[in-house]
């Protein structure tokens, strides 16, 4: 069976883009990374999280991955986007970053029955 896609393309650019930024966020503070700029396991974090999100088979139901039964990451990538969440997550909620808030309470509602594969 064909993968199913996200039918709202703008939810995925959303959760990419949210990453993206708590990722940034952590490599600079944690990582001693200049701003805009990404150390190289961070870029391969990136990368991959990309090409999980991209798989996904919730596709545009997709719960946030803490809520997720699937669990396709990796426990190394695992670890390391919690670390990450963990850092960054407060700091934006901080920030007022919209992004950040919608996931928190799209985090709430918990996951849809997992997809048939
Ligand atoms: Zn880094």
């Known amino acids: 069976m064909a993968k199913q896609q996200f039918n709202d393309l703008s939810q995925f650019a959303d959760e990419l883009a949210l990453v993206e930024r708590m990722v940034r966020?952590?490599?600079e503070g944690e990582h001693g990374?200049?701003?805009?700029e990404l150390?190289?396991?961070c870029t391969a974090l990136l990368d991959y999280v990309r090409a999980r999100l991209?798989?996904?088979p919730y596709g545009a139901e997709k719960p946030t991955c803490r809520q997720c039964?699937?669990?396709c990451y990796r426990p190394t990538e695992?670890?390391?986007i919690?670390?990450?969440?963990?850092?960054?997550?407060p700091r934006l909620l901080l920030r007022g970053d919209l992004a950040a808030l919608k996931h928190l309470v799209h985090?709430?509602?918990g996951a849809p029955p997992r997809p048939k594969e």
């Open 33 to 36: 990374s200049a701003k805009g």
């Open 25 to 27: 966020l952590a490599c």
């Open 107 to 109: 985090d709430r509602k």
């Open 82 to 89: 919690k670390a990450v969440m963990r850092y960054a997550g």
């Open 54 to 56: 991209e798989r996904c």
């Open 69 to 71: 039964p699937i669990h």
């Open 39 to 41: 150390c190289g396991e």
């Open 78 to 80: 695992r670890d390391r």
